[in-house]
């Protein structure tokens, strides 16, 4: 099931772009548009880069998700090395 994301898609694809990500998949409560209220839900978003992102570059991109979306609770999880049990979830 597909559901939009209230977020500017032009910023998402610029960070889509500047970290040459092949997914990037946002679950969990968020994701399903529950109504926790802005304070209690945060938002999981895994991702798949074409190459791997060194240390700087995590904190960039968790820098440039927290700035698109206004909120610093921001669960991300990198796939490629993640551990086995949340990949098959």
Known sequence: MLIKINTDN?????IVEKYHLKLLVY????ARQEDYGPSRSDID?????EQQLNSQQLFDLMSDLILLHRKSNIDLVNLQTASGLLKEA
């Open 27 to 30: 679950y969990g409560s968020y």
């Open 45 to 49: 978003i895994a991702f798949i880069s």
């Open 10 to 14: 032009d910023k998402l694809q610029q």
